[in-house]
């Protein structure tokens, strides 16, 4: 059983005193601005493109109108959360926990999750969290997430040694507290569980929701100009150059100016498979941790054995590793990544292959050469920066976001603001006649910087020496 301490609350603050100007959407004959013009018709409208610049997204961002919905809500409402990470699955089970319905559209192809990626090669039994690794607790709500998701076998506590690996095959452990869990079958599987009881859920998968349209009082979706459907109120559920597109014309200015301000790292993953346990120069012969973090290393900052961590047999099977890249290694290397040039692959992958030979501490070229590698690129890795508020919603236009980025950078941050948007969401919905603006969240926080490791924050983690700062976040039993 998990359990903690902290819970948070959230601050409704009202909208910032300056505003867009203001498009209004009502129940019936369309949609028209408040300066009496026409929306240039579908053929005349400029095609939104992917390779718009910043410096355009910006402007459009900005000056773009208001949308206010003034058409009653209806009875039985309908939400699109427009991505399947863990703050999208969990805004929807939310929603549904108070009876509210709506759709998960989510671009990935092998499953839900994000960045709760687990990659499987078949025919070998390769097994490889890609992205997010393992959590801690901190929150009590979370904690009771976390135990029912125990319960359903879906997590478990990683017992494996983690800890912090210097430059050379120093390795110190880290004390068991706070407890490290993993999610049973690797992360994917979590986040592809989580909605199998779900009723009021629909998922719609593999789908790239490409525009966002107010029109007649609710929201239009489409996919490359295919219709999505329509609906009351909707939530971004992820972020990055991909939000920053959808929200360019959408009518939200608050929402996308947000949005805009948000910075995030890139991390390059290399996964390989070796044939025997990698060696280590320290007191044993073997590496004696399943997970460290890195230090003193230009390009790697963790490294974890996969085949370990999800328990998966070995008798004579490879050994999955995953290293991921430090945020600066990623920064330096930066490139598209849906097309990494080879030669820049090349050298990544060299360069990644080098760092995991100097951490532990091997004699230049003694690493096993792995029998398999795939390395892929998260280009918006993890948030640098946070407002620092649970969820942001809009209630003029009816839209809210959730997503780790607004609290921290962790599953936990994420899961907590899933939880957060949902209730904000259900109550607004269950507040018909109430001021609007009183529903205004987070439109206008300032953001500021986060820290943490590379790969997220992990409170309270650390070796002997740093508990006594991680004191406040023990769990108990
Ligand atoms: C390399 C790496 C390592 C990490 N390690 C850890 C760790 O060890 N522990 C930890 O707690 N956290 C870790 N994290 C962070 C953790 O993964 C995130 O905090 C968390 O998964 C964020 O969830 P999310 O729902 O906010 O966003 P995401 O997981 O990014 O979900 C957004 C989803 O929206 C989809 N989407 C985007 N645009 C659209 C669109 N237009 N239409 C439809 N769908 C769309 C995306 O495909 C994605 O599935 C790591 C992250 C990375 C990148």
New binding site residues.
């Given amino acids: 059983m998990v359990c903690v301490s902290t819970v948070k609350s959230l601050n409704v603050l009202p909208l910032a005193s300056w505003r867009p100007s203001t498009r209004v959407c009502g129940g019936s004959g369309g949609t028209v601005t408040m300066e009496g013009q026409k929306r240039p018709s579908p053929k005349t409208r400029r095609k939104s493109s992917y390779g718009t610049s910043r410096k355009s997204i910006l402007k459009k961002s900005f000056s773009q109108e208001q949308v206010t919905f003034t058409a009653p809500i209806s009875d039985d409402p309908l939400v699109a959360v427009?991505?399947?990470?863990?703050?999208?699955?969990i805004c929807a089970l939310f929603l549904e926990a108070r009876g509210v319905r709506s759709t998960v559209?989510?671009?990935?192809i092998h499953g839900?999750?994000?960045?709760?990626?687990t990659r499987v090669v078949d025919p070998h039994p390769l097994k490889f969290?890609?992205?997010?690794?393992?959590?801690?607790v901190n929150d009590s709500r979370f904690a009771e997430i976390v135990n029912g998701w125990m319960e359903r076998g879906l997590v478990r506590e990683w017992h494996g040694t983690v800890g912090e690996l210097h430059n050379g095959g120093g390795f110190v452990p880290f004390v068991p507290s706070p407890r490290r869990y993993v999610a049973t079958n690797g992360?994917r599987f979590l986040a592809d569980s989580l909605l199998s009881q779900a009723r009021l859920v629909n998922v719609v998968r593999p789908?790239?929701?490409?525009k966002l349209e107010p029109f007649n009082g609710s929201w239009h979706l489409s996919?490359n100009g295919k219709p999505c459907g329509k609906f009351d109120a909707i939530v971004i559920?992820?972020?990055?150059k991909?939000?920053n597109r959808?929200l360019m014309t959408s009518g939200l200015p608050l929402i996308a100016k947000q949005m805009k301000r948000l910075e995030l790292s890139s991390?390059w993953?290399l996964l390989a498979a070796f044939e025997d346990p990698l060696p280590f120069s320290g007191s044993t012969e073997v590496v004696p941790f399943e997970g460290a973090f890195v230090r003193g290393v230009d390009s790697v900052s963790?490294m974890a054995n996969n085949t370990k961590k999800l328990l998966i047999s070995q008798s004579g099977g490879p050994h999955c590793w995953t290293f991921?890249s430090t945020a600066a290694y990623g920064k330096q290397n930066k490139v598209p990544q849906e097309n990494i040039p080879s030669a820049t692959a090349a050298k990544v992958k060299a360069g990644m292959l080098e760092g995991v030979e100097s951490a532990l501490g091997l004699s230049k070229g003694s690493l096993p050469k792995p029998s398999y590698t795939r390395l892929q690129l998260?280009g918006?890795?993890?948030?640098t920066n946070t407002p620092g508020v649970p969820c942001i919603f809009d209630p003029f236009g009816r839209a809210g976001i959730?997503?780790?980025?607004l609290l921290?950078?962790?599953?936990?941050?994420?899961v907590l603001?899933?939880i957060a948007l949902a209730n904000h969401i259900a109550d607004y919905f269950q507040s018909p006649g109430t001021n609007a603006e009183e529903f205004a969240i987070g439109l206008n926080h300032e953001f500021q910087p986060l820290e943490g490791h590379d790969?997220?924050?992990?409170p309270g983690l650390g070796s002997e020496e740093k508990l006594n700062e991680g004191q406040a976040y023990e769990l108990t039993k």
């Fill in positions: 427009i991505g399947g990470g863990i703050s999208g699955l559209f989510d671009t990935g839900l999750g994000g960045r709760l990626g969290d890609h992205a997010a690794q393992f959590f801690t992360m789908c790239w929701i490409s996919e559920a992820h972020n990055g991909c939000a959808l991390i993953a963790w991921l998260w918006a890795a993890l948030p959730c997503g780790d980025w921290g950078s962790n599953i936990e941050a994420a603001s899933g790969i997220g924050q992990f």
